[in-house]
């Protein structure tokens, strides 16, 4: 049955004429971002209770008075602050014989909220309607920002005993596992509560990687946010076992399983958007490594304009990525923004008149518009694989992963010598460096020189946080190290960030980009065509006007965008 309008439900209910729908119409095409229910309190039409009253009665929904309800201590326990805040919700009552949590929420159209919270707490959820004052209410008082730490949850879990004496008949000294105990660790608030807290922590704080490690006498957790990794407060070593069989429940992976690597993902909706959590398990000496890869399609900045490209290399880049057919390829090492530089381009290229197929391992964001296709060689469908099927899906450009062999090389350069343009990326460490790896790949020169236009070199360096920016004094000592002299920099200003709350008190926050941009012009032709070695290649492109990494690198800390000591960490010497 399909659900009723809210204005329709306003009129039904008598709380508002035809005429004042009509007007809280117009409004909304003037507010497209705003909800209806909003707009018409704003507009005087209606009031909280009233709104309550219309949620209820068009979701089909029970409504509840939070003032008028006892909330138990236990119950709000069961939620961390950041999770309460994040959904806007209260925990009312919780039914342990059918499993079933009881919450008051002020935006029940939001249906993935309870989708959401299932997959986090392990509850089946019943909603009821509260309004936005009485949540915004409880939360003040119950749930206020850092009222709870990692800290204080480990330091809970410590004194647990409980906890601990269920983590013993789980896992007996024999080696042999109880499902039933085991389960029910999995399933425990205490350790729910703290993975909750270190999952919603790593995406607050955009971090690409969460890593759950155990030791003999330690399990680490570590954050990996712009590049660097960050230890948390480390739980104690027995909630290793706890702690690495629930991620495993929430990806549906086997939990009897300790001896073998094991693959799974987790989709979750946070704040609206989706997240993709990517689990890797890898058994070790002193127990199963965890790694979960943060994939947050909020996050990627898909806009050439944003990423940090020099306005000559992105008039550049963008003549050659608009031409009908070659190869551009994009190289560096694992983590330095290639498929986010390449998803840039192609969100650009994406128009009606354009087929744009991606094969890709794995699909990290998707584009509407763009034929994606996900990489499994476990069951043969490898790159070289699906690249000959996509030239029979007529496309105008093809973006291919990542060039891992002769064989998808050889395909690669097909599609492009019969019209194709391919986009695609390479490990390597600068961009003159590529048509060595080529070459080495077997791949003839006069094939190289036909297919490649472009290469385009990049790394990933941290931003000075612009809260607490501040002038210094540059280090004579990597000054060295960059083969300057203080003669040199006479005059040029240096920045650093002394460290603040939004920071995190390192200083640095987000990231940009350093590029090189080499284009295959002919005397470039010449020299792949006669076999010539990286440092001739190197030379003549300097010459034609390339812009090293490191030359990139310096222009930004000039430009205070970023520190002396992370561009000489990110690039070598010419």
Known sequence: MAIRRLGQVFVDLGLITEEQLEMLREQKQHRPGDLLGQIAISMGLVNDDQLIQALGEQLGMRTVSLAATALDANILALMTPEMAQNYKIIPISLDKENNELTIAMSQPQNLYICDELRNFLGYNINPLVATDAEVQKALDKYYTPGSESVESIIAALEADEALSKLTQEAQKTSGAIDLTSLEALADSAPVRKLLNMVILMAIRDRA????????????????????????????????????????????????????????????????????????????????ESVVMRVLDRSVVMLDLDKIGMDKEILASFRTIMHRPNGIILVTGPTGSGKTTTLYAALSELNSIEEKLITTEDPVEYDIDGIVQIPIDSTIGNTFAQCLRSILRQDPDRILVGEIRDLETAEIAIQASLTGHMVFSTLHTNDAPSTVTRLRDMGIPPFLITATLEAVLGQRLVRRICTECKEETMPNMGLL???????????????????????????????????????????RLRDLINQGCSTEKLRDAALQGGLTPLRTSGMTKVYAGETTLDEVVRETVAE
């Open 208 to 287: 690409s990687d969460i890593h759950f490690e155990p030791f003999e006498t330690e399990f680490k957790i570590r954050i990996r946010a712009d590049g660097q990794l960050y230890e948390l407060v480390p739980p104690p070593r027995h909630l290793a076992f706890a702690i690495t069989t629930r991620i495993k429940v929430m990806a549906n992976l086997d939990i009897a399983e300790r001896r073998l690597p094991q693959d799974g993902r987790i989709e979750l909706t946070v704040g609206g958007h989706p997240v993709d959590l990517r689990v890797s398990v890898l058994p070790t000496l002193f127990g």
């Open 480 to 522: 060295a190290d960059m083969d300057m002299t203080p003669d040199e920099v006479l005059g040029k200003k240096f920045y650093r960030g002394r460290g603040c709350p939004t920071c995190n008190n390192t200083g640095l926050k987000g990231r940009t980009g350093l590029y090189e941009f080499l284009v295959i012009n002919d």
